[in-house]
């Protein structure tokens, strides 16, 4: 039988030990469902959906990037559209978005009578 120094098993040991821990404590890449994952998906997704609205002409907004508060359906219209940029042009600043109308006031608004319009 061939002699088995213990000071290697030992740290055959710790270095096990050590690699568990690692891992289990995040230090190996989060895993598939991980919060940070799946929220990166999901705003991955969201963020598609919103190109492909403002590409069909359905999302006209008129910040950049575009505002996602209309789509999410937490302003007046729930079909994942904006018309932010219509309400503007038509003087309606009570039905433009949250995020749109701070736009307005720090005078980036890109529609309007020319760029940096302020609403009024």
């Known amino acids: 039988m061939v002699p088995v120094d213990k000071r290697l098993v030992a740290l055959a040991a710790v270095i096990g030990i050590s690699s568990i821990l690692a891992y289990s404590s995040g230090g190996n890449p989060p895993y598939p469902d991980s919060y940070q994952v799946r929220r990166a998906n999901a705003l991955d997704e969201v963020n598609s959906l919103i190109a492909e609205k403002v590409e069909s002409g359905e999302y006209k907004c ?3 990037p575009v505002c996602d508060m209309c789509f999410m359906g937490h302003w007046l219209w729930d079909d994942g559209i ?10 309606r600043f009570d039905e433009v978005c949250p995020q749109c109308k701070g736009d307005i006031e720090e005078g980036s608004c890109g529609i309007g009578p020319g760029a940096g319009f302020t609403g009024e």
């Open 82 to 91: 904006c018309r932010c940029d219509e309400m503007i042009a038509q003087r």
């Open 62 to 64: 008129c910040i950049s």
